[in-house]
């Protein structure tokens, strides 16, 4: 004759710990997603400033834009 014992063990508590724990491990990388973006949006600008001081691109947007407003 086999006896079991039911023990009343408490739940383990590790879910919320769990999804506690990884949101407080990516904290940081909103702000660093943000600094990369603001990084590559000022790159960018950059280039777009040295492309368009140039005098060839210049006088194309500035023709471009007296054709534009010519046609009216």
């Not at 710990?17 to 600008?45: H, K, M, N, P």
């Amino acid at each position: 004759m086999t006896m079991t014992t039911a023990v009343a063990c408490p739940e383990p508590e590790d879910g919320p710990q769990t999804e506690v724990d990884e949101r407080e491990s990516e904290r940081g990388l909103a702000t660093a997603e943000y600094a990369i973006v603001t990084i590559a949006a000022a790159g960018f600008a950059g280039a777009l400033m040295a492309i368009l001081k140039g005098g060839d691109v210049k006088g194309m947007l500035t023709s471009l834009i007296q054709s534009a407003l010519s046609i009216g």
